[in-house]
């Protein structure tokens, strides 16, 4: 007799990671911006109504380092035949307790623009939790830690929340993008 497993519709989250010297200069540029984009809209903040929540979210300030680091991740899809298009991106600054309620980025149907989001990680304080959409599954979520210059990508439409536990700053950069896989 043999035994096996199959494992059925799995969710794939792409994981990059960026070295200090290539983070560093991104990290500094938010730090001068933070101020613009803690302020730029308060319709988000204390999203929750828990602790510190701040997203410059519907008026992102621009960010020039984090436009050429995903200029690099957009040249490695394309010369992987998959087109990257990056649709929109914002900044998020957590303090201790900030909370962003379960969300997802889109309701997709396959042909969608938007069909992936992603998380650039400046700090490593808190984490993203993953919610499972598969009811017969017995693990109920995943959590991805925080790590400075990690980036994830996931389908926009996957329950996920975020917070900081911990005392000090979490600070994220999130996008919309359109990627072929």
């Not at 994830?152 to 975020?162: D, G, K, T």
Request: net charge negative.
């Amino acid at each position: 007799m043999q035994q096996g497993n199959i494992l059925i519709f799995p969710t794939e989250i792409l994981t990059f990671q960026f070295n200090t010297e290539e983070i560093r200069p991104l990290i500094d540029e938010v730090i001068s911006k933070k101020d613009d984009i803690k302020k730029i809209n308060s319709i988000y903040d204390n999203h929750g109504g828990v602790g510190d929540y701040h997203t410059d979210y519907m008026d992102p300030v621009k960010l020039y380092e984090y436009e050429k680091l995903m200029f690099l991740i957009s040249n490695y899809f394309q010369n992987n035949n998959n087109p990257f298009l990056i649709k929109n991106y914002w900044t998020a600054i957590y303090s201790l307790s900030g909370l962003h309620n379960k969300h997802i980025h889109a309701n997709f149907v396959r042909g969608n623009e938007e069909n992936y989001s992603s998380v650039l990680y400046l700090t490593s304080m808190g984490e993203t939790k993953f919610y499972n959409p598969n009811p017969t599954c017995i693990h109920d979520h995943a959590t991805i830690a925080s790590e400075v210059g990690k980036l994830i990508f996931f389908p926009s439409n996957l329950l996920h929340s975020a917070e900081n536990l911990i005392d000090g700053e979490r600070i994220i950069i999130s996008a919309n993008i359109k990627l072929k896989r």
